[in-house]
């Protein structure tokens, strides 16, 4: 690494342990490009619910790239990107790179607080991660053999993380994307039934997608005694986003980045390799 390189400021990676997160930090450094990462477990701790973390991490940063948790549709996350945003501009950091989602209130409210808030702004609207298959909430699924969702034939173009995280340092270190809103879809549309097979065809296990109803997918959360803004979240995501308002495919890969974003067949079979989809669920 050069000198003046060594000299750099850091980039402040939000979520920097989290499927998106994990791969900018990975690219940056690859490039030679220090990072932070902010997280309530990292060196610094940063947590959304304690805006007294915030300041300090914010600290001597070049650039951010900001992953909310859990989601942009929970309440209050539009205020907490303004409020950051103007804590980022009063430090002197001014490029802010947003990771949102697609076809959610919540997620358009943040973006527009991004964009009026004076930075040089780039937002990475991303569609479903296939990671939420390998890396989240529907894992447990997969691994048990039932991917049961109340969901019924809406296509999704489900987007690969390697490709959102490209995206994300693509914008966090050159120069000509300012100012633009990348919304990311991968190059197909799949049902939730073509998912599952893709998945059981890499993994070699029986795996069923269930169509069930809203009230029978409600009825399942409940039992879980999950907090309620969290099954609200889960109710909304599976329920209202889901519902065929994002059943078209996006060119945001290709204007990034001038190619065009990984299917999910190449997904499936990476995941597979390494033996995610091979363990055997605990019933603990
Ligand atoms: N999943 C999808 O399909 C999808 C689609 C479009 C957009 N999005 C957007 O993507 C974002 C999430 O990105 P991701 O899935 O890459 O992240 P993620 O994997 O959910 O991020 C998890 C990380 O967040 C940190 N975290 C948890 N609670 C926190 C808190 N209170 N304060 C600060 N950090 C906290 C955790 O680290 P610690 O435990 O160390 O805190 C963890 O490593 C959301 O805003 C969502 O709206 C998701």
Request: proline content about 4%.
């Amino acid at each position: 690494m050069s000198e003046k390189q060594s000299m750099k400021k850091p980039i402040l990676v939000i979520g920097g342990m989290g499927k998106t997160g994990r791969r900018v930090v990975e690219r940056l450094a690859e490039r030679g490009i220090p990072s932070r990462i902010g997280s309530r477990s990292s060196e610094l701790p940063f947590d959304w619910q304690n805006r007294s973390t915030w300041a300090p991490i914010l600290e001597n940063v070049e650039a951010v790239f900001i992953s909310y948790y859990p989601d942009l549709a929970m309440p209050g996350a539009a205020d907490d990107i303004r409020t950051l945003a103007k804590l980022a501009l009063a430090k002197g950091i001014r490029r802010l790179v947003l990771l949102s989602g697609r076809g959610e209130a919540g997620a358009l409210a943040s973006e527009q607080a991004l964009q009026n808030s004076g930075a040089d702004w780039t937002i990475v609207r991303a569609s479903w991660f296939s990671q939420n298959f390998s890396e989240s909430f529907l894992l447990d699924s997969v691994l048990s053999g039932t991917i049961a969702l109340p969901i019924g034939d809406v296509t999704e173009p489900f987007i690969d993380a390697e490709d959102i995280a490209d995206v994300a340092v693509a914008a966090l270190t050159e120069e000509g994307h300012t100012e633009q809103l990348y919304e990311l879809t991968g190059p197909r549309l799949l049902t939730f039934a073509q998912v599952t097979e893709e998945i059981a065809l890499a993994s070699k296990r029986d795996i069923a997608y269930v169509p069930i109803t809203k009230e029978q997918f409600v009825g399942g959360l409940e039992e879980q005694n999950l907090p309620v803004d969290f099954t609200n979240l889960l109710i909304q995501l599976f329920t209202h986003v889901l519902d065929g308002r994002n059943s078209y495919l996006t060119d945001g890969v290709q204007r990034a980045l001038g190619r065009e974003p990984r299917d999910f067949s190449d997904y499936a079979q990476e995941v597979a390799k390494t033996g995610i989809w091979d363990q055997v669920q605990s019933n603990e």
